[in-house]
């Protein structure tokens, strides 16, 4: 098994700052690629950021310039550092692994979520 540990959303204000972090542990002999992925309410789960292994990050539109994804690899933990936060940044963030297992078997694995909400 794949644990996924999320940690750091809560409430801010607009134009506030959140650092998210993701830390995967369990039966994971290599990691590909990391990300977060956020749903919000009626919302269908969208891509935020992703990053490789070999530190490649790609964005959604709509949070490029104000979020910034990174990863250590020594502590497989991602980070979204996320600043000037706007309401539509609410959401339920997820975090996700994709690698493979000692036996090469491809592993796509998703964290709890953790709230977000930009809010005066």
């Known amino acids: 098994q794949v644990q996924l540990v999320e940690s750091g959303g809560g409430l801010v204000q607009p134009g506030g700052s959140l650092r998210l972090s993701c830390a995967v542990s369990?039966?994971?002999?290599?990691?590909?690629?990391m990300g977060w992925y956020r749903q919000a309410p009626g919302k269908q789960r969208e891509l935020v950021a992703t990053?490789?292994?070999?530190?490649?990050?790609d964005y959604a539109d709509s949070v490029k310039g104000r979020f910034t994804i990174s990863g250590d690899n020594t502590k497989n933990t991602v980070y979204l550092q996320m600043n000037s936060l706007k309401p539509e940044d609410t959401a339920v963030y997820y975090c996700?692994?994709?690698?493979?297992?000692?036996?090469?078997?491809?592993?796509?694995?998703w964290g709890r979520g953790t709230q977000v909400t930009v809010s005066s």
């Open positions: 996700n692994v994709k690698g493979s297992d000692h036996d090469r078997r491809l592993l796509n694995y």
């Open positions: 369990g039966s994971i002999s290599s990691i590909n690629a």
């Open positions: 990053i490789t292994s070999g530190g490649s990050g």
